[in-house]
């Protein structure tokens, strides 16, 4: 009965750091998608940040930088 009892306590024993690393990220390609889509959602928005302020200060002027360098016909098709 002796033995089987420190057996049984042995087993117990030696299975606890199996549970200890038991935790809510225990697998490591969870932990990297997750970082993926954080990483994509973070450029996702400052894409579109950028995306709307380009959007404003291209309503307010439109200019073409070029144009002091053609000739007043050669922008036009004929």
Do not use: C
Not at 60 to 78: H, I, Q, V
């Amino acid at each position: 009965m002796k033995k089987h009892v420190a057996t049984a306590v042995m087993l117990g024993l030696l299975t606890v750091p199996a549970f200890a690393q038991q935790g809510k990220d225990s697998e490591p390609l969870e932990i990297l998608d997750r970082d993926k889509r954080q990483q994509a959602e973070a450029l996702d928005k400052q894409y579109k940040r950028t995306m709307e302020r380009n959007r404003k200060e291209g309503d307010a002027t439109r200019t073409d930088p070029w144009s002091n360098m053609r000739t007043p016909n050669e922008g036009k098709n004929k």
